[in-house]
Nanobody, 116 residues
Framework: QVQLVESGGGLVQPGGSLRLSCAASVSRFRITLMSWLRQTPGRSRELVASLVVSSGGHNYGDSVKGRFTISRDGPENTLYLQMNSLKPEDKAVYYC?????????WGQGIPVTVSS
């Protein structure tokens, strides 16, 4: 069973920065899409950012464009989400997701709180 382990969440002040990491045991050669999503109570899960493995192309949700950056370290098989200029509305549980041809693998979820 493939395991994804997230780290880097926590409490940060508005305007601050945070970097989330997602370490995956699955081989990157089998991955087609790498994504970050977030969840807040009463809302459906929201796509934050995604990276198409074959092309390296990025896609971002409108609310985070210009502030968040998705990236990866191939040799380390780690996915990152750099979050800058954080706002209170960015508070959520963040999940990484790796997609293959046939399956999706999810991280455990990590909370991010933005507050003074």
């Amino acid at each position: 069973q493939v395991q994804l382990v997230e780290s880097g969440g926590g409490l940060v002040q508005p305007g601050g920065s945070l970097r989330l990491s997602c370490a995956a045991s699955v081989s990157r050669f089998r991955i087609t899409l790498m994504s970050w999503l977030r969840q807040t109570p009463g809302r459906s899960r929201e796509l934050v950012a995604s990276l198409v493995v074959s092309s390296g192309g990025h896609n971002y949700g409108d609310s985070v464009k210009g502030r968040f950056t998705i990236s990866r370290d191939g040799p380390e098989n780690t996915l990152y989400l750099q979050m800058n200029s954080l706002k209170p509305e960015d508070k959520a549980v963040y999940y990484c997701k790796l997609s293959t041809q046939t399956r999706e693998y999810w991280g455990q979820g990590i909370p991010v709180t933005v507050s003074s």
